[in-house]
């Protein structure tokens, strides 16, 4: 048994947690660099804020897992996408998976996570659908440079064509400038704008409208570099991530941002 297998049976033995499924995950753990590994973060909301959040989380489990040193910048979305092709940054987590992304990175999703429409409750006036929205030239909308939107990409890049898309680097900006009436919308999740908006202002101020089909599954994935993870290494950080699902401990990582009950719907 390898050094690293020891190393887990030794974290399952003092936290209760050895199961034939540990057991087994503890003969198949990821191999350490030589070097940290890199698992870039961005400020998105209770993803990451202010030194702590979700992924910091498991960035933290994933080393305390595998025995393996961690480093974590925290960098815009556009340049980690930039460093994690180049291979200068090796993991990510919190993103959405393209076709285009996946000719270069490997992608595992972790979570459950619906896109939603928040607009200023006074411009949501008959808007049902994706084309009032676009047909009201008055609209526009906030992004944070090079994030995709999932089922609503397409709509996105149509808004785009029209010149009504404020691009900004951060979420922090993104959600003070949409206070400020800078624009009209964002799309966003739950884990992200419950950061940014005032819970107790967010009836009175905002509507939230839902656009993806009903059994729309969309999901935050963990993304891996192809330049520097076979497919055989970038699994075994998949399966390290799955016992954390299977064992519970990622439920009691987002508990600590969401109540139980969303949760458990997160990691259905």
């Known amino acids: 048994m390898t050094t690293h297998a020891i190393q887990l049976l030794k974290y399952c033995l003092y936290s209760g947690l050895l199961t034939a499924s540990t057991l087994l995950q503890a003969q198949n753990l990821p191999t350490c660099p030589s070097r940290p590994i890199i698992l870039a973060l961005q400020e998105l909301g209770q993803f990451y804020r ?36 180049a291979g ?31 607009i200023h409750k006074d411009k949501a006036v008959n808007l049902h659908s994706q084309e009032d929205f676009l ?23 149509k808004l785009r064509q029209l ?49 993806s089909p009903a059994d729309l599954k969309g999901h935050a994935q963990l993304v891996i570099t192809k330049k520097n993870f076979s497919e055989t290494e970038a699994q075994r950080w998949n399966q390290l991530m799955q016992g954390m699902i299977k064992d519970g401990s990622m439920l009691q990582i987002l508990k600590k941002y969401v109540s139980k009950a969303e949760a458990e719907k997160m990691l259905e």
């Open 163 to 211: 010149g009504r898309v404020v691009d900004v680097n951060d979420s922090e900006r993104l959600y003070a400038m949409l206070e400020a009436r800078r624009f009209d919308a964002v799309i966003s999740l739950q884990l992200i704008y419950g950061a940014y908006l005032d819970p107790a202002q967010m009836e009175n101020k905002y509507a939230v409208i839902d656009w």
């Open 88 to 118: 200068r940054v090796d993991m990510t987590l919190s993103a959405i998976k393209t076709a285009e992304r996946a000719e270069k990175f490997w992608f595992f999703p972790y979570l459950q996570a619906r896109l939603v429409l928040i």
């Open 50 to 85: 202010n030194g702590a959040g979700l992924d910091k989380d498991m960035a933290d489990e994933f080393a305390k897992r595998s025995g393996c040193k961690f480093e974590t910048p925290v960098l815009p979305r556009a340049r980690t996408w930039q460093e994690i092709e």
């Open 135 to 157: 047909n009201r030239t008055d609209l526009r909308l906030g992004a944070v440079r090079s994030t995709k939107q999932g089922y609503n990409e397409k709509f996105v890049q």
